[in-house]
């Protein structure tokens, strides 16, 4: 777990505090997205918790430890940290880059090349094509890949990740996010991760924190984020969307309804969010759907008042 | 020319001796004080612009003009010849230096520093590997200024096939002075080359595996 403690951080010569008395916790096995316009104070807030930005006053405990006080060259090497621009060493093969951080700890060379390889296979690579290529070799997405297997490679309690696909194309960023959420969750990584997009901060947060001038203006899942902004300034950086956002959030599966098919049904995968089968329904000008499993047995119906439902319906209470 | 040097073997070789060795301390001096100077500079950023201007001005003096004003701070021969040439190496090395290693690229650094390398395994695993091309580049660079202008040394009684130019010319002994200005034009390419081929044998090693 990561916690802020009235945490500040004042640039010389800048009047205005970068990060203002800033409280946060995040809770065990969980990413919370920081968000915010340029300037905010995202990205100083994250980049404090591995003290590439020292704190000017306040507590930053992680996994129970005060890192004010511990040695930063030590900490980072227990903090995964990916970034967008990737940095990957041009000079160094795949598996010396994912091997950076075993090797600074000193495992021992079969250790590290088990290690590299069970990496490279988790973000998707096969280890045998990659592990001797260099970085210039990769696309873009696959570099990023590499970028997240070696912030993993040693294994992390804590990740810090600062808009880790703003550089890669729109196809690959969703698909990038919606592999590394399932890998992040299955091993429990407890995540700051840094973003400008309010859909990639609803994808990829348990918990959504908005920042403004250096204060968190509002500290909660993304479904209530959507349905209940706390002031002007979140709604209008939610967006008029806000209501197909936060249907975005729902799987059809977990929406469905008893009911029999109707003949002039759609039928829709139970994989699709109900923003899909609403987008779906309008299109066909249809009024409900049948949601199949992947053997196209109907588990039941979605129909456009039942979404007309939830989306005025309260959010659950965190 | 020829017959010149066949009928003066040890003049000539003696002074290609000098020459080399005049060039090859110089060389190294330059080394040991652009490397670390360079390599301080990157991190002492405020100091690095008044740093750069004084090497730039350095740069405008004439190889001839610096020899000379060696003369009445250090006298003559050997060692003043030296210094001067190592004053008239110095800037290339450090500029390239100091560019080599500024013009890393600041998000590996970040990411190396963010990975928990310390500053000076940042140093020694990132940012001088990454910028060896373009040192290397201003080693050669030196290496031929240095060696071409050696030749200036005789000026100051530093020895060097400049003494053969210059003896040549005052005893229109032009045999003499066209072997000495042939040896410092060959010595000078034979420089270039050796290092022009080393450094692609290196980038091709740095070539990251293309």
């Known amino acids: ?138 696309s873009g997405g696959q570099r990023q890949r590499v970028g997240v297997a070696r912030a993993l490679a040693a294994d992390p309690p804590v990740m810090l990740m600062d808009e880790p696909f703003g550089a890669v194309d729109p196809v690959v960023r969703g698909r990038l996010q919606e592999e ?17 997009d309010i859909d990639e901060a609803i994808r990829m947060g348990d918990v959504v924190a908005i920042m403004k001038d250096g204060r968190l203006v509002q500290y909660d899942t993304p479904d209530r984020l959507l349905a209940a902004p706390a002031d002007a300034f979140v709604a209008d950086f939610v967006g008029a969307d806000a209501a197909l956002r936060r249907l975005s959030l729902v799987s059809a599966a977990d929406a469905v309804e008893e009911g029999a098919p109707e003949s002039s049904d759609l039928r829709l995968p139970a994989s699709a969010n109900l923003r899909n089968v609403l987008s779906a329904l309008l299109t066909e000008g249809r009024d409900g759907a049948t949601i199949v499993d992947d053997e196209s047995r109907p588990l039941g119906r979605i129909t456009l008042a039942a979404i007309r439902a939830r989306s005025a319906g309260r959010p659950a209470e965190p | 020319m020829l017959d010149w040097i066949s009928a003066n ?44 201007a004084i090497v730039n001005i350095l740069r405008t003096v004439p190889s001839l003009a610096l020899l000379v004003i060696m003369l009445p701070v250090l006298g003559t021969g050997f060692l003043p010849s030296v210094v001067a040439l190592t004053l008239y190496g110095l800037p290339a090395l450090l500029l390239n230096t100091y ?108 070539r990251m595996g293309a």
């Open chain 1, 1 to 138: 777990m990561i916690r802020l403690e009235n945490v500040s951080k004042l640039f010389a010569g800048i009047a205005r505090a970068a990060v203002d008395s800033l409280d946060l916790s995040v809770p065990e096995g969980r990413t919370c997205v920081l968000i915010g316009p340029s300037g905010c104070g995202k990205t100083t807030t994250m980049r404090m918790v591995n003290r590439l930005i020292e704190p000017s006053s306040g507590r930053i405990i992680v996994e129970g430890e005060d890192v004010t006080q511990a040695d930063p060259v030590l900490l980072r090497r227990r903090i995964g940290y990916v970034i967008q621009q990737v940095g990957l060493f041009p000079h160094m093969t795949i598996a010396e880059n994912v091997a950076t951080v075993p090797k600074l700890l000193g495992w021992p060379a079969e250790k590290i090349r088990s290690r590299s390889e069970e990496m490279l296979a988790l973000v998707g690579l096969e280890p045998a094509q990659f592990l001797s290529r260099y970085p210039r070799h990769l």
């Open chain 1, 180 to 196: 590394f959420v399932a890998i992040l969750r299955r091993l429990k990584k407890t995540v700051i991760f840094v973003t400008h």
């Open chain 2, 9 to 52: 073997p040890r003049i000539f070789w003696t002074a290609v001796e000098n020459h080399l060795w005049l060039s090859g301390v110089a060389l190294l001096a330059v080394m040991l004080i652009a490397l670390p100077l360079g390599l301080a500079l990157t991190r002492h950023r405020s100091l690095a612009n008044s740093a750069i």
């Open chain 2, 99 to 206: 560019t080599g290693l500024t013009e890393v690229d600041r998000d590996i650094v970040e990411a190396a520093r963010g990975q928990g390398l310390s500053d000076v395994q940042v140093m020694t695993r990132i940012e001088i590997p990454l910028a060896l091309p373009v040192i290397f580049a201003g080693i050669r660079t030196a290496a031929v200024q240095v060696v071409s202008a050696a030749t200036l040394a005789a000026f100051i009684g530093g020895g060097g096939l400049g003494e053969l130019i210059t003896a040549g010319m005052a005893n229109f002994n032009f045999p003499q002075l066209i072997a000495g200005a042939v040896a410092v034009a060959l010595l000078a390419l034979l420089v270039e080359i050796g290092f022009a081929s080393v450094e692609r044998v290196m980038t091709r090693s740095a």
